[in-house]
């Protein structure tokens, strides 16, 4: 089993920064790739990035490039996701997720490839 916890949401004025951490707690935890999802009410579920278990390999959705990094701490078993450049559209709840085998699936896009999730953590972008 594999838990996550998110923290570091809030409230953002556009342009600025925001970084969000993933803690991932169980067994082998540092070894797990870890995708970052947001969601707003009433759509659905939308890709940020992934990073795989060492942390040289990253991917980002069009929207965030460039924008977004993934980074992550093993030693401390934390994933972050730092924000830049923020925007309104940026608004949303941010989630981390990791897969049963801990390995960036086929399609990562693909919530439901994802089979352990965080709570979630709001982030307002404020215009």
């Known amino acids: 089993q594999v838990q996550l916890a998110e923290s570091g949401g809030g409230l953002v004025q556009t342009g600025g920064s925001l970084r969000l951490s993933c803690a991932v707690s169980?067994?082998?935890?540092?070894?797990?790739?870890v995708g970052w999802f947001r969601q707003v009410p009433g759509k659905e579920r939308e890709f940020v990035g992934v990073?795989?278990?060492?942390?040289?390999?990253?991917y980002y959705a069009d929207s965030v490039k460039g924008r977004f990094t993934i980074s992550r701490d093993n030693a401390r078993n934390t994933v972050y996701l730092q924000m830049n450049s923020l925007k309104p559209e940026d608004t949303a709840v941010y989630s981390c997720?990791?897969?049963?085998?801990?390995?960036?699936?086929?399609?990562?896009?693909?919530?439901?490839?994802?089979?352990?999730w965080g709570q979630g953590t709001q982030v307002t972008v404020s215009s």
């Open positions: 169980g067994r082998a935890s540092k070894f797990y790739a």
């Open positions: 990073i795989n278990s060492s942390g040289d390999n990253a």
């Open positions: 997720a990791t897969t049963a085998n801990g390995y960036i699936p086929a399609t990562p896009r693909d919530p439901s490839q994802y089979h352990y």
